[in-house]
C-alpha cells in the first residue's frame, strides 16, 4: 500500500515560484508513473505533467502545454518524493494540484495541495 502526501502549496504572486512536494510512503517499483495534476475553480482537472520511469530505470517527462517552460517535474528516489518547481506563476495556475502515482499494482492519489497566485 502507498501513501501519498502533498505539501508545499500557499499563496504566491504572479511572477513569483513555489515547490511543491509528493512524499511517497510504501515501496514503489519500476515501471510506474508520477504525476501532477490540477483542478481549478470550475475547471476540468488537468494533466500538469508526468514523470516515467521504466523497467531499466530509464527516465523520462511530460508536459501540458500551459507550462511547458515554466514548471519542472523531478524526483528523488533516496527521499521518495515527487516535486514540482513552479516559475513564473500566473493567476490562471490557481488550483488545487494532487499528485498521483500508476504502477503495475495500482493507481493512488494524494489528497492536494491549494495554490493560489494572486497580487
Keep these: 500500500q502507498v501513501q501519498l502526501m502533498e505539501s508545499g502549496g500557499g499563496l504566491v504572486q504572479p511572477g ?23 483542478q481549478g475553480p470550475g475547471k476540468q482537472r488537468e494533466l500538469v ?44 495556475d490557481t488550483a488545487v494540484y494532487s499528485c498521483s502515482l500508476g504502477t503495475r499494482g495500482g493507481g493512488y492519489w494524494g489528497q492536494g495541495t491549494q495554490v493560489t497566485v494572486s497580487s
Design 16 to 38: 513569483g515560484s513555489l515547490r511543491l512536494s509528493c512524499a511517497a510512503s510504501g515501496s514503489i517499483f519500476r515501471p510506474y508513473i508520477m504525476s501532477w495534476y490540477r
Design 49 to 92: 505533467a508526468t514523470i516515467t520511469v521504466d523497467s531499466n530505470s530509464g527516465v523520462s517527462t511530460n508536459y501540458g502545454d500551459s507550462v511547458k517552460g515554466r514548471f519542472t517535474i523531478s524526483r528523488d528516489n533516496v527521499k521518495n518524493t515527487l516535486y514540482l518547481q513552479m516559475n513564473s506563476l500566473k493567476p490562471e
